[in-house]
């Protein structure tokens, strides 16, 4: 995994993860790294190499809130991680938490993204 490069005329990207636990989260803060499906890793890895920055906002499914923020620190490997506990994930890759806070979904109901028929984000 190489560390990004600057990219500073490139675009930012942002992208909500769902996780199915809090213990997945709490791995990611604890180990600065994160795994996603298989289906998702070549969206993940083309946002990283062909934008400025990419930042990863955490929510656990049905919990109503964020968990926090993060920074796209590497492209997506081939080497897989038992600590997520599923066989359904991928590649693990490094994610550098900025905020490590939970946040309900009520206090971001004025962000709408113009992409998914301006629908809120959550």
Known sequence: CKSPSPRQNMPVRYFIMKSSNLQNIDISQQKGMWSTTPSNEQKLN???WE???????????????FQGF??????????????????GFGGVFKVDW???????FQFA??????WNDSKKVQ
Do not use: T
């Open 46 to 48: 083309g946002a990283f």
């Open 51 to 65: 934008s400025s920055v990419v930042y990863l906002i955490f929510s656990v499914q049905g919990s109503g809130c």
């Open 70 to 87: 993060a920074r796209m620190g590497s492209a997506i490997g081939c080497e897989k991680s038992q600590d997520w506990g599923s066989a």
């Open 98 to 104: 900025i905020r490590k806070e939970s946040i309900p």
């Open 109 to 114: 109901h004025h962000l709408l993204n113009p």
